[in-house]
């Protein structure tokens, strides 16, 4: 048993338990990384503008929308071409990857196992002769114990490790920044002259 307490007590618990939740903060810090550079690659434009701020990544989009004129008593639809300016980052998903729920199964096993024999032996002869009243009598005996005992301890270390990850809301101040960027969409209408 005191085999048993030791081998337990010998176990490093910061590498089995922090291990694996030091990996997971990495990963979280990672993935916030990976948003800000998301962001940073993906939605400004390449250079700084005046006044030392980056200038946001649009993509314009033209298109021909008919509405009804706008003169007394007429029915007559008038074409206009419309040019939309969207900032780039208001068109995609932003990647904001969370660890939601993090489970840590370790189980040790430990079997001791202790084993002892003992094995004795006689052996023993014992003789006797007479040659003319002379008594010769001769004898051996011998006597052998042997112990043996051996302790072995069996260890059997699992380690499971269960992450779920979801692709989480985008934090506060991001969300209202994103609104504002989808109040930035400018579209613009110019009437289309048909050529006579």
Do not use: C
Not at 152 to 171: C, F, I, M, Q, S
């Amino acid at each position: 048993m005191a085999n048993l307490v030791q081998e337990l007590n010998s176990l490093d618990f910061s590498v089995y338990i922090g291990g694996p939740m030091q990996a997971a903060i990495k990963a979280q810090h990672d993935a916030s990384m990976s948003q800000v550079n998301f962001i940073k690659e993906v939605g400004f434009e390449e250079g700084v503008a005046e006044g030392g701020a980056k200038k946001l990544k649009y993509v314009d989009f033209t298109y021909t929308k008919s509405v009804p004129s706008t003169t007394e008593n007429s029915d007559s639809v008038v074409k206009s071409e419309v040019k939309l300016s969207v900032p780039l980052l208001s068109m995609l998903t932003i990647p904001a990857l969370r660890i939601d729920e993090m489970t840590i199964d370790f189980n040790a096993k430990l079997n001791s196992v202790e084993t002892q024999s003992i094995a004795s032996e006689f052996q023993g002869s014992a003789s006797i002769s007479a040659k003319f009243w002379k008594v010769k009598f001769n004898a051996s005996a011998s006597y052998k114990k042997t112990n043996s005992s051996t302790s072995t301890t069996e260890k059997t270390y699992t380690l499971g490790v269960h992450v779920k990850a979801v692709n989480d809301e985008l934090p506060a101040g991001l969300s209202k920044i994103m609104d504002m960027l989808e109040d930035a969409i400018v579209a613009s209408a110019t009437p289309v002259t048909n050529p006579s």
